[in-house]
């Protein structure tokens, strides 16, 4: 991201003394203002939907299947249950305390620090610009070169944290294919697993893994390997904002669900045991 800031001198502030005064704020007459705000109602209300779930602390484990919410793992608060425990609990059942309180910093460094996200609240939340064509909301633009703005630069190491967070999501997924029989497979089932591919497409269509994979070379011919999946990475890369929004779904529909049948509100369509 670059600097922008007007000061005296720099070639903002002699674009500025050469542009001509218009009293309207903006010549645009489009709709400029749906997406920032589409954007702030999205993400407020998904965050108060997670906010609320991971607080709840409750049907988060539906123990006939072995399902746990993502919201909760890996589970290692002193309540949760053994069979949904699989790394131990380590820390104590304070009410403040998520039972994912491990993962939970990490996913929320990774999703704050995400370009795309960066991006959508900068223009909606910021208004900084709100869109193209619209003045900035703010006097200056103090870029992302020092602080607070210069974290955002530790998006490269919490991908590595979501890379984990995935894995282990990917293990609950695994052990979710159970039933009193033995192994079975519902619906729930078929909703964990979408969401776990989901995540991975999102986590492996970052700007920062598409680097770790394909940066830093002189020659792609050298690195067959490394060019074959920066390539597969770079087309993942190309989606990267649908997958932003179509993980926070998929996260919402699988918390949902196990909350609903492990509250009893209905129970799950099994097609194996
Ligand atoms: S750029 Fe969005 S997750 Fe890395």
Redesign the pocket.
């Known amino acids: 991201m670059t600097t922008t800031s007007a000061r005296p001198g720099t070639g903002v502030a002699r674009e500025r003394a050469r542009r001509a005064e218009i009293p309207a704020k903006t010549l645009r007459t489009d709709r400029w203002w749906l997406p920032p705000l589409v954007t702030v109602i999205g993400l407020t209300t998904w965050l108060a939907y997670a906010v609320t779930r991971t607080f709840i602390h409750k049907w988060y484990f539906v123990e006939e299947y072995n399902w746990l919410t993502p919201f909760y793992s890996p589970c290692v608060t002193d309540r949760c249950p053994p069979e949904a425990a699989h790394f131990g609990t380590w820390l104590p059942s304070a009410w403040f305390l998520p039972e994912a309180a491990f993962s939970l910093p990490f996913l929320l460094l990774?999703?704050l620090?995400?370009?795309?996200?960066?991006k959508a609240y900068y223009r909606s939340f910021w208004l900084s610009p709100p869109a193209c064509a619209v003045p900035d909301g703010h006097r200056t633009y103090g870029g992302e070169t020092r602080f607070p703005l210069i974290f955002q630069n530790a998006?490269?190491y919490?991908?590595y944290a979501?890379v984990v967070i995935s894995l282990i999501n990917t293990y609950d997924a695994a052990v979710a294919m159970s039933s009193p029989e033995g192994f079975g497979f519902g619906l729930g089932n078929v909703i964990l697993w979408v969401n776990v591919i989901m995540l991975w497409a999102?986590?492996l269509?970052?700007?920062?893994?598409r680097h770790i994979i394909g940066g830093r070379l002189k020659h792609f011919s050298r690195h067959p390997v490394r060019y074959r999946l920066w390539t597969g990475v770079s087309r993942l890369?190309t989606r990267?904002m649908e997958l932003?929004w179509i993980t926070l779904g998929t996260l919402a529909l699988t918390d949902f669900y196990i909350m609903a049948v492990a509250a009893g509100w209905f129970g799950d369509l099994r097609f194996v045991n």
């Open positions: 990774f999703r620090t995400c370009y795309y996200y960066r998006h490269r919490a991908f979501a999102y986590t269509s970052c700007h920062s893994c890369n990267h932003a």
